[in-house]
């Protein structure tokens, strides 16, 4: 299996502009998370998916951002409109059971410049 | 609000000693943790785990320790290499709830040769 795939690596882009990152979790994983990564806060989780459906997204930090799980196998995270502050490296991780104790596997990840 | 916390960003060990890094987590539902390690442009890869059932699990040269009552765990790494240098990340989950893992914000390991 090719891991946690993730696109793209690294995004630059003005500040207003619309932002979209993307994550194809393991295959067979029905748990998706999106993380940021700051220097203050470590790895910050944003949202949580079980099978599709949103469970936690308490850490979405304002409504500029949005997630979607449309199905098994791709997810986005939005950020609309981008702000300076939003730079950062931006994680997608999968895990392959509910409800049990198991790791998670993370993406390479996406790092954020917003100029 | 931090409910994990590794309260020191950095560590310097010499290469064969070894390397203790440090963990507090505040919320007394956490009963499963476990320890990432990352490298430079990669994303974090799973290192070790412990159930709260357990007050050690040993793999190889890495330990980790958990203390309940104190809410403190712990990754011993013996002996040290330069190889192990990264970003250790501890992060926990409440098993009975909706299973989210929480980070702390990292500790940076260098082990020099």
């Known amino acids: 299996d090719a891991g946690v795939i993730q696109s793209p690596r690294h995004e630059v882009t003005e500040m207003g502009q619309e932002v979209t990152l993307r994550c194809k979790p393991i295959?067979?994983?029905?748990?998706l998370f999106w993380y940021r990564q700051t220097m203050m806060r470590g790895l910050e989780l944003l949202i949580y998916?079980?099978?599709?459906?949103?469970?936690?997204d308490s850490g979405m930090p304002e409504d500029r951002f949005s997630a979607k799980m449309p199905n098994a196998s791709f997810s986005t995270l939005k950020i609309q409109p981008s702000e300076p502050r939003d730079s950062a490296v931006y994680f997608c991780?999968?895990?392959?059971?509910?409800?049990?104790?198991?790791?998670?596997?993370f993406g390479q990840g996406t790092r954020l410049t917003v100029v | 609000d931090q409910q994990v916390k590794q309260n020191s960003p950095s560590l310097s060990v010499q290469e064969g000693r070894i390397s203790i890094l440090n963990c507090d987590y505040t919320?007394?539902?956490?009963?499963?943790f476990l320890w990432y390690k990352k490298y430079p442009a990669e994303g974090p890869t799973f290192l070790i785990s412990?159930?709260?059932?357990?007050d050690k699990n040993e793999d190889g040269r890495f330990t980790v320790f958990l203390n309940k009552s104190a809410k403190h765990l712990s990754l011993h790494i013996v002996p040290s290499q330069p190889g192990d240098s990264a970003v250790y990340f501890c992060?926990?989950?409440?098993?009975?709830?909706?299973?989210?893992?929480?980070f702390g914000t990292g500790t940076r390991l260098k082990v020099l040769a």
């Open positions: 991780a999968s895990r392959p059971l509910q409800g049990t104790n198991t790791e998670a596997f």
């Open positions: 998916f079980n099978n599709n459906v949103p469970i936690d």
């Open positions: 919320n007394s539902m956490f009963d499963y």
């Open positions: 992060a926990a989950s409440a098993t009975s709830g909706t299973y989210k893992y929480i």
């Open positions: 295959s067979g994983h029905n748990s």
């Open positions: 412990i159930s709260s059932i357990k």
